[in-house]
């Protein structure tokens, strides 16, 4: 098969954020832009000729000829075989599952998350390690590296493949194989959950809906939540993923996942109820008129784990991300494990579940999961929940107060101010830590300031330092204020206000959290004079 050596020139904005390379669907469709990542990721690997990559996405517009275009990269690269998912589909954790099932050498998700699709959407491209893991930082920097140099990229001169049946072909020397997206997945998900036992909680009545927002994880929940676990037809809606989902933003949060809320909030809810996101890796888990925070599933997956077959020899730690709430790290000290803090992102959790140090790890944006893959994972959280659900014959409302009174609660909430000016976010965020001598110690209401910092971390296994991930303004009674810009958005700046405070009182559990919030909300407020420099009176987005 003959290839070409195509002529570019670097694009300066490639640099990876939190999750890989987003953009704008008009950036990537420019000529050379996206083969120039691709290539760039290759040349920052060593060791791949004849290798299997893995390959698959979201399903959002762009998807399809993204494909195309690096499965004749990956030939004229010197693959040997790429496993791609039928119609190039495959959610981000089916990805990370297949990478570590076949031993591949590593995959290309594409993907841009939550973020909208459609022709004026966003797409995204990240590179996954064979571990099934997000590369970490040390390779997304020679990423960046490449694409500033890069004159030049190899691609074969071939027809585009037919990703609409399963089954073998060839692109000159290199294998394909078009995989099924749902089937090792689903089998992974019957290795570690009691289907059985889920399943006679719904012969039993247990109703649920599940909202897969026009994305990734209809295919996923149609195939374990209706055909295997038996729940009738119609508990999974949006079922069929759309190339512009459907017009939405699935992202499973009170905020775009409402249609699902109000099911939940309405007359005759079901017991439970869950959404996920564009890629299949977040998770928003209600029960009838009840909302669990991720931070408080983490921690109820991690009190309950044991109920789980996949679990049932208990877990070696937890990891967190540092704007996480620290709920997980009481029931970390119950059961004498080790809890890890981590800045934000996935990637930070690889290390520790690779060296055996943790088992489960959660996200406050609606990320959980464990070592069974590299990668959060949605629909897995959803399962967990089930399973401890028909364990212990509670309502999610049931097991989360039981939670609360053995534990305390901390209450827990985060305000997103998206879109804000990238220049006024950044002097937000140099104002408050030039004011961090200042604050020390000082008083606001019923809270002192014990501390100030901006978070850095040092991976306990390569001893690699992130620095600069976030402002923690620590309180003497353990509460915090965290400031924090974004990493994944492609629009402006968003700044991120994380707020956690605890309560050990359980009659005052069942308050509202923004009302057990509301004076460490107005100090991070009047703190990051927030309203005067953006210009903005209320969050985008409260979670
Ligand atoms: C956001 C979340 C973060 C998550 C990432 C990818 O990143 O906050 O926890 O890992 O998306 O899903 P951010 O936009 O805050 O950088
Ligand atoms: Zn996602």
Not at 30 to 46: C, E, R, T
Not at 182 to 199: C, G, H, K, P, R
Not at 453 to 475: H, V
Request: with cysteine; hydrophobic share 35%; net charge negative.
């Amino acid at each position: 098969m003959s290839h070409s050596t195509v002529q570019t020139t670097p694009f300066s904005d490639q640099k990876p954020g939190t999750s890989g390379l987003r953009k704008k669907v008009t950036v990537f469709q420019q000529p050379h832009y996206l083969a120039n990542f691709v290539q760039s990721i290759f040349n920052s690997l060593d060791g791949f000729q004849g290798k299997t990559l893995v390959v698959g996405g979201d399903g959002r517009f762009y998807n399809q000829e993204a494909t195309q275009i690096i499965l004749k990269m990956a030939a004229a690269n010197g693959f040997g075989c790429v496993l791609v998912g039928q119609n190039g589909l495959l959610s981000t954790p089916a990805a990370s599952a297949v990478i570590r099932k076949y031993s591949a050498f590593g995959g290309i998700i594409l993907s841009a998350s939550h973020n909208p699709a459609g022709p004026d959407g966003d797409f995204g491209i990240k590179y996954n390690i064979g571990n099934g893991g997000p590369a970490p930082e040390k390779i997304t920097d020679a990423i960046f590296e490449q694409t500033k140099k890069l004159d030049t990229y190899l691609i074969t001169d071939s027809d585009d493949v037919d990703l609409s049946k399963i089954g073998s072909s060839q692109i000159g020397n290199m294998q394909i194989e078009v995989i099924d997206p749902v089937t090792d997945y689903a089998q992974l998900m019957e290795s570690l959950f009691d289907f059985n036992a889920i399943q006679t909680l719904i012969k039993g009545g247990f109703r649920l809906s599940f909202d897969a927002m026009h994305a990734i994880t209809g295919p996923y929940a149609k195939t374990i939540i209706e055909q295997r676990l038996g729940a009738p037809e119609g508990s999974v809606c949006n079922a069929e993923p759309l190339s512009d989902f459907g017009g939405g933003h699935p992202d499973p949060n009170l905020t775009y996942a409402h249609e699902l809320v109000e099911t939940l909030y309405g007359d005759n809810a079901p017991d439970f109820g869950a959404a996920s996101d564009g890629d299949g890796d977040r998770n928003m888990v209600l029960g009838r008129r009840f909302f669990i925070t991720p931070s408080d599933s983490l921690a109820i997956l991690a009190a309950n784990a044991t109920l789980a077959p996949g679990y049932k020899e208990g877990l070696a730690g937890i990891a967190r991300s540092m704007p996480t709430s620290a709920a997980v790290d009481r029931v970390a000290e119950k059961l004498g494990i080790d809890c890890y803090e981590t800045p934000t992102g996935w990637k930070f959790f690889g290390n520790l579940m690779d060296a055996d140090k943790v088992t489960l790890c959660g996200e406050e944006s609606f990320g959980t999961g464990s070592s069974h893959i590299r990668e959060k994972d949605g629909l897995w959280a959803v399962l967990f929940w089930l399973n401890i659900i028909a364990k212990r014959q509670l309502s999610v409302e049931e097991i989360a107060l039981d939670h609360w009174a053995t534990y305390g609660r901390n209450f827990y909430s985060r305000h997103d101010y998206e879109g804000v000016d990238s220049v006024s976010a950044a002097a937000l965020m140099a104002h408050i830590k030039n004011n961090f001598a200042s604050i020390k110690g000082e008083i606001f209401g019923n809270y002192q300031v014990s501390d100030c910092d901006d978070f850095s971390y040092t991976d306990p296994i390569d001893q690699s330092i992130s620095t600069n991930q976030g402002i923690r303004i620590l309180f003497s009674d353990g509460s915090r204020i965290v400031f924090r810009l974004s990493g994944t958005g492609t629009e402006g700046a968003t700044i991120r206000i994380y707020l956690e405070s605890y309560e050990k009182d359980p009659s005052k559990h069942t308050l509202d959290a923004q009302e057990g919030l509301a004076e460490l909300i107005q100090i991070a407020n009047q703190l990051s004079e927030i309203e005067k420099r953006t210009g903005r009176s209320e969050p985008t987005v409260i979670t």
